[in-house]
């Protein structure tokens, strides 16, 4: 198992908590412990929300515990009682991601002696906000890991598999089980990267003052996102439909093939492009010249589909849906290319991208 960031983080986070708690000298430091383990977040900005969030949780478990207790003891049907009047609260406030702390710091108030009462439950709520702050110290001390390099990575890994696939459906070359299973972990990996790219978000709107350059590669590598969707997009819809494809006409499967081929290309280039890796001058819509355009393509659909057996409902409908995403993959590379070509024209300075780290 890897050693991440986030579990490298939160351990630094416990230790310091019970550190400090030691040289305060509080009498509960496990309890700094457990508050930095709720707060430790990947990201400064999400780790500043937990902060506030957390803090309200605390005070709010702290109020109740101590209301509670003096009003009506701490038998455990009164703690249970309490608890749930915290969860209610919390909800209502909007602050689902601290019931747990509030609850943590309600019972740890709760069962605390009757012997200074107040004087103890003040110290647990001290101990607790400890441990938040220490989360957040380290957090922000130990930066987060560079998501610019990590997105980019996955986008692109992602997209040379399906690009890989979609070759080999073309030509009917893939082994189905596989390729169902592939599938399955795709749609799990650009999960995962549309996970990255909020995390980068984040990270750029803490750390930097927004600007056109940064705005710029934010919609940059949405839009990449959006393009490696329309292409596993036309690798479902590839196996999907697959006998209907390996039923068309011959030239008709050599065209489709020809400009599918021609977008896989385009979609590897584009990605070169933003690297630097290809110049910027190139044109690569002349460069990647394909024998099949896109209005052929059109026509051939359309013909077929005009030569449909009248009693086969469906094939039309198929056959228009597998043009369409071919069409709209196009226009989200076409679109792909202008936002890098307008970066790298007016951000000349800040157009270099490391993603190699």
Known sequence: MKLGARMLKTGIAITLALYIAQLLNLPSPIFTGIAAIFAIQPT???????????????IIGALLAVTFYLLFGSHLLIVGLAAIVAIVIMVKLKLENSIRLALVTLIVIMEAPSEQFLYIASLRTFSIFIGILSAFVVNFIFLPPKYETKLFQSI???????????RLTTRFASEDQLLKQDIGSIKKRITQVNQLYSMYEEERRYFKKSDWAKIRKLVIYRQMIQTTQKSFDILKLQRKYENILYKLPEHLQVETRERIDYLLSYHEQLLLKYLGKVRQEADLDDALYGETDRDQLRDSFINEIRKSDPEDVFQPYHLMRILSAIIEYEEQLEQLDKLIRAFQTYHEDESQVDVNK
């Open 44 to 58: 400064i900005y999400r780790s500043y929300l937990s902060v506030v969030e957390q803090v309200q949780g605390n």
């Open 156 to 166: 692109s890994g992602v997209t040379e598999d399906i690009l890989k696939w979609i």
